[in-house]
């Protein structure tokens, strides 16, 4: 058996208690936890912060630079640009999906991330190439952090014909959900690509995360077709809206209206906090009821050259962009970069209580806005009952 | 004579050379440079980038709560909130400006700061003494970090009768600038409160930085009354506008004016990417000639929990929130945090070329934008010739 006493733990900022894992699941959380043995491995905790390990919701691990040479950015300012951009350099960078995947997660589980869930670009130029990189990644680390894979069109699905089937011999291979993108502005069909995509989400019993750019109303036009087809389907719980700018974008009424749509669906959403744009109204949804995510987006790809895949980091974003300075508002972004994230994925057994799988963190800082305003080196993560990191060093 | 031989590093990620310095004045740039004798210090560069310090132009330095037990933000939403808030705590938390400055000032060098412009509140309730506090960390550590200090009126001028009368006495008693604070949203008198400021800086001959949060048109209004009084009084090159919301909100039609206004009475600008509101178009205005520098704000004080005082971080956000992804828009940014400051500042001998102070910074990662989105340790601070930090820890 697999022994973890960690000593002298503030769960969630709580009172300092021990907590004992046993073959990666929490046994005893208490204080003055005794070891059970000479196997047992103890860690002194230092009157530390706990939190259960990170979760990021939103990347795409498939196609980082991270760990490469620097690669100068050189895309123009439109979407078009950035995706044709990034089909060029794919072919000349001869990028593998399963080294690029390798480099994010190791960066991620230093960072105390224990979840990942990744848009995998799909299309009729890689196939599913990119998809059998990072599942091997994900076998390889399957005991140190749990990913999950999104097939996703980033390339457009409707005007690119091939790509649906595509998408669902993803579907076949493993992917866990299906993806889509801009269902009118780039794929000039919105009900159409929905429909396809629920149809295979359907027939094949996966989840779904759409990329939503759309601005204003057409964004919004686009939260409504998806709300119809989870409804029609039974889809509720199973539908993950991404970056959705809109919900930041239109008026108070037909907000509201959109987020009576998004609870009566239990339609969560992502936001990653944009750097330049409006984005949901994090804490009003968050006080609605409305399931929220984040993640990490692309980091250092051909998109941008930002990101670390530290999650605590964009909690930090989530609340600098929305002006939140009370500590219960970035205790919530921490939320939402936890127990937001896994509820989004699904995960079961997710928590610092007696029976929680042990996945945890322990953080830097006197509270858990400090450890989101300051960022120090994550003093432990443990995945499955194991250490993965300390310090700030990835030990896989 | 004090000598430092750093072998090996990239100027501005230019070819590697080897830098001495004697008696805190770089002597020699060169490739090969051998150690002038045994007394000499001798630094492997590892080929890393070697910036000049870094510039923190705006910081308030007087008020941070940093080094001290975390305090739960509980401030309300608007400006004059966040204003009564700091006095009541300044009056309950029994804060020393003298140690909070020295906290700030720590990390700053550990950062890689090697000059700082800080506002420093006066009041007719605190007087000079927070003036007084910074004065004596100034001089504490005057051979490790240039600090210029500017009397500021946070609580309002006019509209706190005695105000003034302290302003002119901390500027007799060693304050380098005069400060203000939106002279019609708060002070209710624009023309009183710049005559007034202007008048005092005339006398004394002392440069003016001021404080102009106010937006759209009441902000441009601000502007052009400055500029008018810069141009009055022969004060080009003399004045910095701080923070200039309103240059980021007005139509392209008045933002050229004012634009041309700036430019005329070589007026300066700092913004430091505030989260969740406009601020001025960053690249438009390097590019019309406008010079620009950043800041830290405040950090961890009764405004908010934000910031480190790590101006490579700040530079990394005026890009998040610019939207700038090209490597050359990144060093547009960097060069603002570091010879735009210094211009603001009115430092002379700056930069990395023989005749310069001795004054740099040893970053991580291959090329500058990589050293602003991964802000790894600064491997190497120095300042005067003397090493100040190293491997992230302040040595002082």
Redesign the interface.
């Known amino acids: 058996m697999n022994h973890l006493l960690l000593k002298n733990v503030r769960p969630l900022e709580g009172d300092t208690v021990d907590v004992l894992a046993v073959d990666g699941t929490i046994q005893k959380v208490a204080a003055g936890i005794s070891s059970p043995g000479p196997d047992t491995a103890v860690i002194e905790g230092e009157n530390r912060i706990l939190v259960p390990g990170l979760v990021d919701c939103h990347t795409h691990i498939d196609k980082t630079f991270w760990g490469l040479?620097?690669h100068?950015?050189?895309?123009g300012p439109r979407l078009i640009d950035r995706i044709e951009n990034e089909r060029r350099l794919r072919r000349e960078m001869n990028l593998s999906p399963e080294i690029s995947s390798e480099n994010q997660v190791r960066q991620a589980i230093r960072m105390g991330t224990t979840h990942i869930r990744t848009h995998v670009d799909v299309d009729t130029e890689i196939g599913l190439r990119h998809l059998e990189g990072v599942q091997a990644t994900r076998e390889r680390f399957k005991n140190q952090i749990t990913i999950q894979t999104v097939a996703f069109p980033q390339s457009g699905m409707l005007i690119r014909p091939g790509t649906a089937q595509l998408l669902e011999e993803a579907v076949k291979a493993g992917a866990d959900l299906i993806g889509g993108i801009d269902p009118s502005s780039m794929d000039r069909d919105p009900a159409g690509h929905l429909d396809t995509i629920f149809d295979i989400a359907d027939r094949h019993a996966v989840g779904v995360d759409i990329h939503v750019h759309e601005h204003g109303m057409l964004g919004g036009f686009a939260i409504e077709l998806i709300a119809e087809r989870t409804k029609a389907l039974g889809f509720q719980g199973k539908v993950n809206i991404s970056h959705a700018f809109c919900l930041g974008m239109v008026d108070e009424e037909y907000l509201n209206q959109l987020v009576d749509l998004l609870l009566e669906n239990s339609i969560s959403i992502m936001s990653h906090a944009p750097?330049?744009?409006a984005f949901p109204p994090i804490k009003r949804l968050f006080q609605a009821g409305v399931v929220l995510c984040s993640g990490s987006d692309g980091i250092?790809d051909s998109?941008?050259?930002?990101?670390?895949a530290d999650m605590l980091e964009r909690a930090?974003?989530l609340?600098?962009?929305?002006?939140y300075?009370?500590?219960e508002d970035?205790e919530m972004c921490l939320e939402i970069a936890t127990f937001g994230g896994a509820r989004v994925m699904g995960t079961k057994l997710y928590g610092l209580e007696v029976g929680c799988r042990a996945d945890f963190v322990l953080l830097s800082?006197?509270?858990r806005?400090?450890a989101i305003?300051?960022r120090g080196p994550r003093k432990l993560v443990v995945k499955n009952g194991l250490i993965v990191a300390r310090d700030g060093d990835c030990l896989i």
Do not use: C, F
């Not at 100068?72 to 895309?75: F, G, I, M, T, V």
């Not at 609340?319 to 002006?323: A, L, T, V």
């Open positions: 040479p620097w100068r950015h050189q895309a750097g330049y744009i250092r998109w941008g050259p930002y990101g670390n930090m974003l609340g600098y962009r929305s002006n300075r009370k500590d970035l800082g006197e509270t806005t400090e305003v300051s």
